[in-house]
Structures are given as structure tokens and as C-alpha cells.
Nanobody, 119 residues
Framework: QVQLVESGGGLVQAGGSLTLSCAASGSIFSINTMDWYRQAPGKQRGAVATITNNGRTNYADSVKGRFTISRDNARNTVNLQMNSLKPEDTAVYYC?????????????WGQGTQGTVSS
């Protein structure tokens, strides 16, 4: 059974930094693109950053230059380094990926981790 487990959320002042981590475990054959999404209160969930299995990255305009996504293919992990945080970055952050396992290709989501930025 495949699982995504996130860690690293918390409370930080504006201008500060947080690092989120997500680890995939289970009978994994391969992992495609890994993403971070976020959902603020009263808003829809939206993509924040994406990294392909060969390291190409893409970012939402609102976080370009402040957030950095990275992955470790050997450990099946993806991180999101968030710098120069703003109150509007406050949200629940979700890890997402497509994994090829015994169950075939399936989409998986982490449980979500809260990131709160105070002004």
C-alpha cells in the first residue's frame, strides 16, 4: 500500500521561512511528477510547484523567486523550501504525485500540513 506522509508545517512571521517535506512509501515501482498544492480558507486548492522525474520545475506566479521545489528520487521524497513568506501564503499544503505500483498508475495525496504566516 502506498502512502504519502508530509511534515514541516508550522507558524512563522512574515518574511520567514518554512520547509515542507513529503515522503512516499510502499511498493513503489516509479514516481512521475511530484507537486505541491495549497488550499486557503474559502478558496479552491491550487498548484504551487511541480517537479518532473528528471528535475524540471514549474511554479505558480505568486511564489516564483520565493519557493523552491526539490526531490530525491532515491528516497522518494519531495521538499518545498518557502522563503520570504507572506500572510497570503497561509494555507494547508498538500503533496501530490502519480505513482506506479502493484496497483498500476494512481494519484496520491498527502494528508495536508498547515502553514501559517503572521503579519
Amino acid at each position: 500500500q502506498v502512502q504519502l506522509v508530509e511534515s514541516g508545517g508550522g507558524l512563522v512571521q512574515a518574511g520567514g521561512s518554512l520547509t515542507l517535506s513529503c515522503a512516499a512509501s510502499g511498493s513503489i515501482f516509479s514516481i512521475n511528477t511530484m507537486d505541491w498544492y495549497r488550499q486557503a480558507p474559502g478558496k479552491q486548492r491550487g498548484a504551487v510547484a511541480t517537479i518532473t522525474n528528471n528535475g524540471r520545475t514549474n511554479y505558480a506566479d505568486s511564489v516564483k523567486g520565493r519557493f523552491t521545489i526539490s526531490r530525491d528520487n532515491a528516497r522518494n521524497t519531495v521538499n518545498l523550501q518557502m522563503n520570504s513568506l507572506k500572510p497570503e501564503d497561509t494555507a494547508v499544503y498538500y503533496c501530490h504525485t502519480e505513482i506506479f505500483s502493484r496497483s498500476g498508475y494512481m494519484n496520491y495525496w498527502g494528508q495536508g500540513t498547515q502553514g501559517t504566516v503572521s503579519s
